[in-house]
């Protein structure tokens, strides 16, 4: 059933106002009744994180691996000690969860299953990768397995040198690599080597342990575990356009963090959130983490002009110097230390009005989960329209134009002049902490009145996000030194383009998602 309210206990109403004045009075006139078993489609952490991973991509935490081993040759670097401990450490690894994976060899121009009708214990399997005679084959079509990989859109694990070979038998030099790299990174996941050394007889060479994943890292952390107490005979590249961590710390002073309900606002020296009013129950209707997302969900009980107005009265003189009020949203710290792919320069933040385009998403998301069914009954195509998505089809079962967020969705509002970013702050503990311990915080526009200029019809459903501003790619020599040999530089060619075509500037450092209950 379907429920288009915005129904949380304490912001209900005041949402229906809100989005109301935003022009869309039909939808929630037509939906007051709508209570009971219908969808619900406010703005809960739930949907509020659906929304959040719309353009992520994330993969399903149920799907299997997909773990690919080149059989053609790269079985010779093996016969180093240290590299022989971290390839079984892998393999014991994943054979050791075989059911968690698809495992493949790659030779002879095939990608062919390994955990199949052939191979059945994994004892087996792991002696099949630790075999020379069977690893002494040809022309692992390592392309392929790349366009594989992107299709399929699941973590994985590629344990190749690189080395593809055209159809004359020749090495490629062209970069193969470079598109399938690309695409795996514009939708948000990163790639990460293990790099180890190996000779070919006089022919100096590497041997690539990549590791494809999203920003979970559950697949990563496999690998690691599978790497713990080995000789630490690799070194490591992430291949990335959000190489960081960002993460929120108990504000000392400032009340922020203070508890696990309490947010990252202003809070003064009782600990109460007298600024904005932020609820902090613990409950759907306060604040709440979005779960393994770089993302904040809270609720104002105070409109923006008393925020403003009680922002000004927490600086007066006869408050403590360090429990004046200073930031809106504050003690978050960044660790842009990693430099392999970019070196982050600057930072910026951006507001926008979601509160139309978040509810088409949830419209057309409850259509898509609840698809008109067709069915032959005499000879006659009928067609059944489940409740739960009536309003969202034709009788021909056709979704009706208006709510295909595909075609219309993204088209969001910004708004100017509310909210700043701390300059001084970041660059300042930047500075300081050399990348590891940069602070970020957003203020209050100081030229913000508490009127949303040219946007009198608000919806109350706000996303601030700290986005970058500036990112410079790394294309020092360590591309060379881990990606190239002599005779071979498409890899590292590849890793430069990707570098050059996917620069993180204005992608999403952090977001605080704001319900406004007034």
Same mark, same amino acid.
Do not use: C, R, W
């Given at each position: 059933m379907l429920n288009k309210s915005i129904n949380l206990s304490k912001i209900g109403f005041s949402l229906m106002i809100s989005f109301a004045s935003a022009g869309i009075v039909e939808c929630l006139s037509s939906c007051t009744t709508c209570f009971g078993d219908k969808v619900d489609i406010s703005p809960n952490p739930q949907n509020i994180q659906a929304y959040y991973e719309k353009d992520s991509q994330r993969m399903s935490s149920e799907s299997k691996w997909a773990a690919y081993f080149d059989f053609s040759g790269v079985y010779i670097a093996y016969e180093d000690p240290t590299t022989a401990q971290t390839f079984n450490g892998i393999t014991q690894k994943v054979t050791g969860s075989l059911n968690n994976y698809d495992l493949y060899s790659l030779a002879n121009e095939k990608i062919e299953k390994l955990n199949g009708e052939d191979l059945h214990s994994a004892a087996n399997i792991f002696a099949q990768l630790h075999n020379p005679s069977a690893q002494g084959q040809l022309y692992a079509p390592i392309e392929k397995t790349l366009e594989k990989i992107v299709k399929e859109n699941r973590s994985a694990l590629l344990v190749t040198d690189f080395e593809e070979y055209t159809p004359g038998h020749q090495i490629y030099q062209q970069a193969y690599s470079t598109p399938y790299f690309e695409e795996w990174l514009k939708r948000g996941k990163d790639i990460t080597f293990f790099v180890t050394d190996y000779k070919e007889g006089s022919l100096d060479k590497h041997l690539y342990y990549t590791v494809f994943d999203d920003e979970n890292h559950r697949l990563l952390k496999e690998i690691e575990d599978g790497l713990q107490g080995k000789a630490q005979n690799y070194r490591r #590249?992430?291949?990335? !356009?959000? +190489?960081?961590?960002? !993460?929120?710390?108990?504000?000392?002073?400032s009340g922020a963090y203070a508890g696990p309900c309490i947010g990252g606002t202003y809070h003064d020296e009782n600990g109460d959130d007298v600024v904005t009013g932020s609820i902090e129950d613990g409950k759907d209707d306060g604040f709440n983490y979005l779960q393994g997302s770089r993302a904040e969900l809270y609720t104002f009980d105070e409109n923006w002009q008393a925020i403003v107005e009680n922002s000004r009265g927490q600086q007066e003189e006869e408050i403590p110097l360090q429990y004046r009020f200073r930031h809106l949203f504050q003690n978050l710290f960044a660790d842009f230390s990693n430099i392999d792919s970019y070196k982050i320069k600057g930072l910026t933040v951006k507001m926008t009005d979601i509160g139309k385009d978040f509810e088409l998403f949830m419209n057309w998301r409850t259509a898509m989960h609840y698809k008109p069914i067709?069915?032959?009954?005499?000879?006659?195509?009928?067609? =059944?329209?489940?409740?739960?998505?009536?309003?969202?089809?034709?009788? $021909?079962? +056709?979704?009706?134009? $208006?709510?295909?967020?595909?075609?219309? %969705?993204?088209?969001?509002?910004?708004? $100017?002049?509310?909210? =700043? #970013? &701390?300059?001084?702050?970041?660059?300042?503990?930047? &500075?300081?902490?050399?990348?590891?311990?940069?602070?970020?915080?957003?203020?209050? +526009?100081?030229?913000? %009145? %508490?009127?949303?200029?040219g946007n009198e019809e608000t919806s109350g459903l706000y996303r601030v996000d700290i986005v970058v501003a500036e990112a410079i790619p790394n294309l020092g020599t360590q591309i060379d030194s881990l990606f190239s040999w002599p005779g071979n530089n498409c890899l590292s060619s590849a890793i430069r383009n990707v570098l050059q075509h996917c620069n993180p500037q204005g992608s999403c450092v952090y977001s605080y998602f704001i319900r406004m209950n007034q």
């Open positions: #590249f992430s291949l990335s !356009m959000h +190489n960081y961590s960002v !993460m929120p710390k108990k504000g000392g002073t067709t069915t032959i009954v005499e000879g006659e195509k009928e067609i =059944a329209i489940p409740s739960e998505s009536s309003d969202f089809y034709d009788e $021909q079962g +056709n979704l009706l134009p $208006q709510y295909d967020y595909e075609k219309l %969705g993204g088209k969001i509002d910004e708004i $100017q002049g509310v909210v =700043a #970013f &701390d300059q001084n702050l970041f660059t300042h503990s930047f &500075d300081k902490t050399k990348g590891h311990e940069a602070e970020l915080a957003v203020d209050l +526009n100081p030229q913000f %009145g %508490g009127v949303i200029a």
